[in-house]
């Protein structure tokens, strides 16, 4: 009896270790054939496909640069009242101008100094850079108005004549905003309206520039 049931384990034994032979094999040809079906489609040696083209936008071209004559300029500044507003748009003005042109300030000063100055100078200009209270809009008077009217006049040196004037009205987004816009430069801070008011000049430095026998 013994005997018998060892023959029964080794046969039951065999047929385990056939069965998962056969199983194996089966396993490794059905993920043969899949890799087949999923290749398939794909012929040998044929290239991937090109990559797409992403078009890049060009960047727009930088405005030309100035080209300003060797000289300074020297500022004196006249505000009817000052303010924050005042101060910010007189401090714009200048810094702006020293980005381009060596700058230096006279500071608030009466119109006659600014004129005998520049009968000094021999090749600087003086700008005279002065800030009224824009009170009279549209024909209509605004009491306590935050806004300003910018203007510059260039004072040629040796005589002070006056060689261009320029003028930008600084609009506050609290005042009356009483200003239709139409022929008239307006900025909303303090800070684009000086700045508006300096490139003004810069732009006139620049026509000088190019035309020197006319300025000279």
Not at 124 to 145: C, H, K, M, P, T
Not at 162 to 175: D, E, I, P
Not at 182 to 196: L, N, Q, T, Y
Request: net charge positive.
């Amino acid at each position: 009896m013994k005997v018998l049931s060892h023959q029964f384990a080794s046969r039951l034994a065999r047929l385990v270790a056939c069965g998962a032979l056969a199983l194996s094999a089966l396993c490794a040809a059905a993920q043969a054939q899949s890799g087949r079906r999923v290749n398939a489609g794909v012929k040998p040696g044929t290239p991937p496909p090109p990559a797409p083209v992403i078009e890049l936008t060009k960047p727009e071209p930088a405005p030309p640069k100035r080209v300003l004559p060797k000289v300074a300029l020297v500022v004196a500044v006249r505000v009817e009242k000052s303010s924050g507003r005042a101060e910010a748009i007189v401090n714009t003005f200048i810094t702006h101008l020293a980005k381009s042109m060596p700058t230096t300030s006279l500071g608030l000063v009466k119109h006659d100094v600014a004129e005998k100055r520049a009968r000094a100078e021999t090749e600087n200009y003086v700008i005279w850079l002065e800030l009224d209270r824009d009170a009279v809009q549209n024909g209509q008077i605004i009491f306590n108005s935050p806004d300003y009217v910018v203007r510059y006049s260039m004072l040629a040196p040796q005589t002070a004549k006056v060689l261009a004037r320029g003028k930008v009205y600084y609009q506050s987004m609290g005042g009356a905003r009483g200003r239709s816009g139409d022929g008239e430069v307006i900025k909303i801070s303090p800070e684009a309206a000086g700045e508006a008011a300096a490139d003004m000049a810069l732009d006139w430095l620049a026509f000088v520039a190019a035309h020197p026998r006319d300025w000279g």
